[in-house]
């Protein structure tokens, strides 16, 4: 691994276990030593919140599409210290992030409103595009098609000069797909700014990782490409966060791109269209449900005082309630019609596809 | 074998993914060289359970869950033919075919043209398709005419679960690559009576689903089903419309299209996909060239709009309604006096 | 600006390459966010060379190599542009483009639309295309109609030098995405007078490229010119021909399609592509719809086989030739009395 | 490395230069310690014809495109040790070969006649048909489309439980497409009898290998995919042969597949279309044409007395006149015809194909 003048402690020395996983907070909630300033009690009970956050929406959106009033919705839960720790890492100010589809407390983190996160599941889509300031490409449902663009974005920024890094998201699935491969090569040949963060929640729907590849380290793909890749426990706030960091001051640094694989589960369904008994032993999910990224982090974080169950109690409250609110305004956003079929297509349209708008919203056709 | 053609034999009751089930399950059984593969076909049986069971039937050799990887799954398949095997690929969603888009219409397509016929590609795609059912983005998108410019494969749609079971068996022996495309809205919701055993339905072969005199409607996949409904309506109103299923796009039933048409004197195409460069256009293209004399007004096309396939929540507006239909029907009507 | 309708401007002579080139140098100095990217696009100019001399002159920043990655020249493209950047990119050939086809159809041309206009894709992919040259398989085909059915993306087919000049500058300064298709055939040997400075020419506007009143030829791309051939022959046996230049297919100028079909009455369709399923069938289909009453005869269309594209050896008798044009003008004349 | 129980030396023990390139056979000609028995002198004899003809086809069949008589040729010039000595360690009987576009003599020697291999230039299409008994799958003009075809060949190979392993040559180029991932992994995910023979000749065209990816040892990508992986000096007919002999005996044993990255030089143009002097410096070319894998092979094969001048001189006599003959016959075979467009493209045509042959062929439309 190349070193980068990153100014940071040597990746080399952040603990690893005996399967080369970076691993910093253990199962049991204690911290390896020297690691306690990495994160601010500020930052953790602001991880807290996003990953308690992230939970209360993934129950809100699943409710909300077994009443037939969102769609379909991929829920976070397990992989919650993934994706907040590698948000925590970026400034959203400089940095832009590029989703997959299941990393909603990441996003919001970045900077996209609650309510416009909802609405983008109720389908209030005018509602739902990304505000301007905002650093965040849209959810891509085409797996691993956001890859390219994530280098293209971080080339640009390179191109241009402009400080800045970008993070993009994708899963064990998608690290099988050609896009990914093509753009691993492109982001190393370019050397851009850009942090590939493999979430390895061990399936694609209903294929276990051991299907999707003969290697147990998906990171070590990297090396074909001529940058860094390492593995991180992906229930582990302060492994990710501190991996994160480490790449994003490399690529800031002028080093190029970094692949940090983060281990983790999906402990839901793949989707609300999805039963993962199906194809699943309950066991497996009772095992990673021990391994809660949530739990771990709330016993370090009461034990270093920096959180306690009045906190939790407050910060579930405030949830709630923000939940509802952002949940009531985008209620009351009016339903998109079908002039917005129309809407966004193109900068002009032509006649014939304007014939087809007035066709569709009933109005008379003026030839 | 008994075919389509062989009259009254003993049928069952079955939706479309249940004939589709069977049908793969039957073969499975009756040639060992028939392997199925594709994401999620194994221990799930398919993210719309067309495969279940298949895998605790014959083994995980002969059912693969494959890695995410669309182009590999068709491009491995035209290798799994050439080595003898019989593929039955699953593409878990139509729109992603587009990431095998290079193996499909430059390699499967061509591999016995390019190998002057040393090889051939006794390869089925199984893909679902279509819209209503308020699926995330690419996975309703009806994509059919985009596969109708690589000559070399067969694009078929069943409608009806006898089609969905008798064109599947024909894909799987067809010694060419075929394009089996599954209308999802009505997987489960269409049921109708299959014929027991082996039952295959050839390609090319339209099918008059219903009867009429005045006006036909031609369509393919759960379209038709929409034009039956239009029918039903019409019919109230004195209107006679005869539907008429293509049933497979390629190879293209001109005479059977032409005939009804001619009958009619008046006709309507409905497809789910976008209207320029649709299939409909060579539908009505067709018709211009060989029934020219023989119109009485101008064939219309009903179709999505020229524009991307919208989220959900206004699919029912971006896709031809009933009454659109019906709409074109009037016009039509009345256009030719 | 001037454009096509500023009336007489300065002009010099120049091939289709060269008003290319020369037309991607200009912009490139007009504006510092163009860049270029492709294979072989950098020191060797490309494999047309026509983008020779712009690595030296813009260095390779901002004419850059990639590797060999059409999926990822595509979609880097797409980020580029999200970036602030103006990427102009190259597919070696247009039979390449199926290999970043998820890219094109679904991510490109629907970013806008998925973004809610928060994003857009101001990108332009150069491709060559069409056959005729003895090129290796994959290199000569025509897959124009294959990107009609993805809404969002414009097709376009310049025939000309001026126009190849005036539609790549309204491609790269288009907000949208563009497909730029390039007639590799005549790409140096069909020359013409181009406009000087900064001359751009609007898509969704066809061309009348030679007047006549007894049918109408309708093409695009390098076809124009074998319809021109064949009109210089209709010429000479006393048949007055229109020979009517698309440009753009999509978006399509129904209008002038129509003005110029209804003058003559009579009209034919000729495209290098395979016949079913060619963008020529929405041709047709658009007539039959628009001008029902005002054929006198069925519109033929001249097409190639619908078979793979094949060797050298044999693409003159899979393309549309100047024999099957005249036979088909012939007959069209003949069905109309 | 998995160890694999294939009764061969172990690999780790081929002799390599300090960037951890395997090689046997020096520039000079002079064979590493204990490898002298490694091909018999028969074999020597056998690569020695193959890499001449390969050069005088390369000669043949570029006169013949400039005449107007052939079409596009892409030379081997440079590339013989690569193919011939991957070639020799299949069995035609056996195994399969899946070829890119550049590697003629590997072709020959795997069985199609060499009047069929001149007849596919010369547009001959019926006639350069591979014939039944050959293994070998045609060229591939997409490249880097021919890799999932030979990991589902291989794949039929196991499920079928007949011996055997397939062969495919790629190009550095090639390993940059989508294709090589996908297939890379999923051979690796079914452990396919399969060999990956990545011929790096330095260009894809113009473009060189160091724009192509940001390593320089193409070879560590296998690493990703759970399966060795390592590099061979290319102009090395020994070391290219024990390598593939090697992969070949590990994947007869069940092994699974293996990554072998030739490195080499493209020394001629890239095809009949293209001149190098475009965009790369001569000096390079001068170096390349020192390390000529024939010439290298010739001194050592000269030296164990295998080869002479006398044997030289009747090799190339005895190639003439094979050339000249093969030539003639493929003149010999009528040109196709329009009927042709219409052969082969599928069992059966539609009545509208029929049609359009009719038309074609100038023939009565009867409808
Ligand atoms: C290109 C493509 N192929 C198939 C699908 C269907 N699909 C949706 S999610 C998914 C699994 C994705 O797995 P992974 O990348 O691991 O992400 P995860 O769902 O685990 O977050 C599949 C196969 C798709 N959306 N896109
Ligand atoms: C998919 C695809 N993209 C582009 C091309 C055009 N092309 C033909 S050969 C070539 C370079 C191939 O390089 P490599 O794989 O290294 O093989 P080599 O020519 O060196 O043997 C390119 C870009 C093609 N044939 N196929
Ligand atoms: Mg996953
Ligand atoms: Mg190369």
Redesign the interface.
Known sequence: MPAADTGLADLDRLPKTETNVISLLDDRGSLADGFAELLTPDQIGQAMRLMLLSRAIDDRVTKLQRLGRAGTYSPVHGQEATVVGSALALDPARDWMVPASREQPAMIRHGLPLDRLLAGYMGKINFSRIPDNVRLLPRNQSIASQLPHAVGLAWALKLRHVAGVVLVYFGDGASSEGDFHEAMNLAGVQSVPLIFVLINNQFAISTPVAKQAAVTNLAVRAAGYGFPGFTVDGNDLFAVYAATQWAVMRALAGGGPTLIEARTYRVGFHNTSDNPKDYRDEVEVTAAVARDPIERLRKYATGVGAWSTDIEIRTMKGIASELESAYLRAVAVPRPGPGDIFEHTAASLSTRVRRQRRQVKGEEDNG | MPSEDDGPTSTHDASILEAIRSALSDEMERNERV?VLG??V????G?FRATQGLQSRFGP?RV?????????I????????????V?VAEIQFL??T??A???I???L??Y?????????AQVTIRAPFGGGT??????ADS?E??F??T??ISVVCPAFPDDAKGMLLTAIR???PVMYLEPQRIYRTVRGSVPNGDYTVPF?VSRVVREGTDITLVAWSAAVHLCLLAADQLAEEGVSALVLDLRSI???D??GLVRAVVKTRKAIVVHE??????????V???L??EA?GALD?????VAS????Y?????ED??LPSLD?ILLAVRTTLHASG
Chains 1, 4 share one sequence.
């Open positions: 392997v994401m999620d194994g221990r799930l049986g993210v050799d693969v869950d494959t890695p995410m990887s669309e182009g590999a068709v491009g491995a398949s035209l290798g799994l033919a050439i080595g003898g095997m593929p729109g992603f587009h990431q888009y290079h193996q219409g430059f390699q397509a061509r016995r043209f390019r190998s002057r016929g040393r090889y051939h308020r699926t995330p983005e690419f996975h994509l005419a985009q109708t410019q000559p070399g067809d010694p060419d090319g390629v190879p293209l001109v005479e996909a976008p209207l320029t460069g649709g299939f409909g256009a060579e009505v293209a067709t211009h060239e020219f007004a101008p064939v219309a096309r709009c020229d524009t991307p919208p989220p959900g929540a206004l507006y971006y659109r």
